[in-house]
Nanobody, 125 residues
Framework: QVQLVESGGGLVQAGGSLRLSCATS????????MGWFRQAPGKEREFVAG???????TDYADSVKGRFTISRDNAKTVYLQMNSLKPEDTAVYYC???????????????????WGQGTQVTVSS
């Protein structure tokens, strides 16, 4: 069974930075498009950022554009660098994987078949 394991969450002050990592042992990781989602208390899970299997295309939610950066490496890890964090970024962050013949980033949760367990990010004001 493919597993995605997030790490790097924690407590940070507003204006600070965190880098989330999502690691997998899946040998076909390089064929998956990857995404980050988040869910704040009392809210639905929402798209944050996505990256194609090649890393050549990325997409961001308007709320994080210019502050967050998604990237991936050949070591089966995808990252989310989060800068200038705000209290409204507080949420559980999930990593997700999507396999498709198309070469595009998807924002819909239903397009992703693989999910991690989530990591908590708390931004204090």
């Amino acid at each position: 069974q493919v597993q995605l394991v997030e790490s790097g969450g924690g407590l940070v002050q507003a204006g600070g930075s965190l880098r989330l990592s999502c690691a997998t042992s899946e040998r076909t990781f390089s064929s998956y498009h990857m995404g980050w989602f988040r869910q704040a208390p009392g809210k639905e899970r929402e798209f944050v950022a996505g990256i194609t299997r090649s890393g050549g295309s990325t997409d961001y939610a308007d709320s994080v554009k210019g502050r967050f950066t998604i990237s991936r490496d050949n070591a089966k890890t995808v990252y989310l660098q989060m800068n200038s964090l705000k209290p409204e970024d507080t949420a559980v962050y999930y990593c997700a994987g999507r396999w498709t013949f198309s070469n595009s980033v998807a924002r819909a949760q239903n397009d992703y078949a693989l999910w991690g367990q989530g990591t908590q990010v708390t931004v204090s004001s």
